[in-house]
């Protein structure tokens, strides 16, 4: 805590937090740091604390935040944004706890987490356009194995039987609610469909088992081995996207390039090319392809069920359901991501390209006017924004070493020329984009605090 109370000092700060409880019942509060080491010259994100909480609630959220913030010795009045998941306690319009926090600074910056928002708005859409037996399949072929070594060593030998020697890959669990997690396993799934669907159906009759025989009608059903040829691509896609803003180190000003790249995807998978649909905002049924490409591996397995005699009406619904899918996923992001949308444009503002280009520079006025900023500061800002191509800068590819030798720029006469405009820029840079980093800290509590470390506390 030293280190970081000397590192950062007075200058601007973001924090991620989230609450969770350990293996004892424990309600604990963890708290991820965010700031600009001047030092280095980078952008650093690393724990802060692993606080105790007496009450869940916001008022107790935040009293246990400024006990925390005052014990390490930082400012509260330089904080810039707090990064939240979206529970309402967090982010509820009335009493949350940013709306607590923003009475005291008026310029605070709030970030929902853009990777529960993701998995949010997959989890919504899967639920409304797929059938319900497709979250069995993948789930409980999981747990037919799970907890029986002989059936994990039957199917091993079987597998090893039909690809001359080979071990199986284990089949990995997914978590029922949240079908961004799930991916991993349906392509597991999909790598061993064969086999499985042979396994299961020697399963039904050793064992005489009716979820075995559930299992194989589900595995003999091309209906279902198509939804996974259709999901895959684009859950591969959209975790990409996940992992970027999971990433400790990735260039902020580019994160919406990320957002918009997928939900544009998205949106050519199912829309004519000729309509240019607005990614955000656009009217998606006005300009729905009336027979879309759907994927090269789910188009072709299509077209085997067809020579298979696979009849029209259920060509159509399975179409409709998949269609149906990537619809409501292009919604529920744009319904989930708008706020972050609107910070990351800001953010992508101060990006290197625009910054040298004086031709597609845009006005930072709106921003300093959310961050409140002070007029003067403003006026400063402004004019040196408007100057800082007009210097042969060394830096040309990342955002965050630009503006690091922005900040340690000397005239003439020893003074930075752009010292308001790198301290502004530094401080769009440190807000939070993820609550991956907080989350790492429960993972860890979670394998170190145990069955058989339950009593430790939090200080230890």
Request: charged share 25%; proline share 5%; with cysteine.
């Amino acid at each position: 805590m030293d280190d970081i109370r000397a590192t950062v000092g007075n200058n601007p700060y973001s924090l991620l937090i989230d609450e969770s409880s350990d293996i004892g019942k424990i309600e604990y509060l963890g708290i991820a740091i965010i700031y600009y080491d001047y030092q280095t010259k980078k952008v650093v994100c690393t724990f802060l604390a692993l606080s105790p909480i007496e009450s869940c609630t916001s008022i107790g959220i935040v009293n246990c935040l400024k006990a925390t913030i005052n014990k390490v010795g930082l400012d509260l009045c330089n904080l810039d944004g707090i990064g939240t998941d979206n529970a309402s306690a967090m982010v509820g319009i009335n009493n949350g706890v940013y709306q607590l926090l923003k009475k005291e600074i008026p310029g605070l910056i709030l970030i929902r987490c853009v990777c529960h928002s993701i998995q949010l708005a997959v989890s919504a859409a899967a639920k409304i356009a797929f059938p319900r037996n497709l979250e069995f399949l993948i789930s409980e072929t999981y747990n037919w194995f799970s907890n029986s070594p002989k059936r994990l060593g039957d199917y091993k030998s079987l597998y090893n039987t039909i690809n001359d020697g080979l071990d199986p890959k284990k089949i990995i669990k997914s978590c029922d609610t949240c079908w961004l997690s799930v991916s991993p396993a349906v392509r597991r799934i999909d790598n061993q469909w064969l086999e499985l669907k042979t396994h299961f159906g020697i399963a039904r009759l050793s064992e005489r088992c009716y979820k075995a025989e559930l299992l194989h009608e589900m595995y003999n059903d091309d209906t279902n081995k198509a939804y996974i040829m259709f999901l895959i691509p684009i859950l591969d896609q959209v975790e990409r996207l996940n992992f970027s803003f999971e990433s400790n180190q990735p260039d902020p000003t580019i994160l919406l390039d990320d957002i918009t790249m997928v939900i544009k995807s998205l949106v050519n998978r199912i829309c004519l090319p000729a309509k240019n649909i607005d990614p955000f905002e656009g009217n998606i049924e006005t300009a729905l392809d009336p027979k879309p490409y759907l994927g090269h591996k789910f188009e072709n397995k299509l077209k085997e069920m067809r020579q298979n005699n696979f009849h029209p009406e259920r060509e159509f619904a399975l179409r409709s359901r998949c269609i149906n899918f990537l619809q409501n996923l292009i919604k529920e992001l744009r319904q989930r991501l708008p706020d972050n949308v609107k910070i990351l444009q800001k953010m992508s503002q101060i990006s290197i390209r625009h910054a040298l280009n004086p031709v597609s520079k845009q006005d930072l006025i709106p921003i300093m006017e959310l961050m409140h900023v002070s007029p003067e500061i403003i006026d400063r800002v402004e004019f040196q924004w408007r100057s800082v191509h007009l210097v042969q800068w060394t830096e040309h590819e990342d955002t965050i070493a630009f503006w690091g030798e922005v900040a340690a720029f000397k005239d003439a006469s020893g003074s930075n020329p752009f010292k308001e405009l790198a301290d502004f820029s530094i401080s769009l840079l440190i807000l939070p984009h993820s609550n991956a980093e907080v989350e790492r800290v429960f993972s860890q509590m979670n394998l170190v605090k145990n069955k058989l470390r339950n009593r430790m506390q939090a200080e230890m």
